[in-house]
């Protein structure tokens, strides 16, 4: 192998990584955004989760009857 296409071969070789990084970080881009997306969503159920829990919170709940209760009912 002669000096010149070591030379091509070491360029490829150059070319082949500098085009593996530029993916990569493209990657690492999207998997970060990704990634922020997923955090504000869930930000947004939380948020929604605890609006509901105090509206639920506000609104009186009545006792729910038990069998017992619904045959003392019946009893009288």
Known sequence: MNLTEQFDGACTSVS????????????????????????????????SRDSLSDALSIIPVKPQSTKKDELRKKRR
């Open 16 to 47: 082949e990584l500098l085009t593996t990084r530029e993916k990569l970080i493209e990657d690492k881009l999207q998997t970060e955004k990704a990634l922020a997306d997923n955090d504000n969503a869930l930000r947004k159920a939380i948020c």
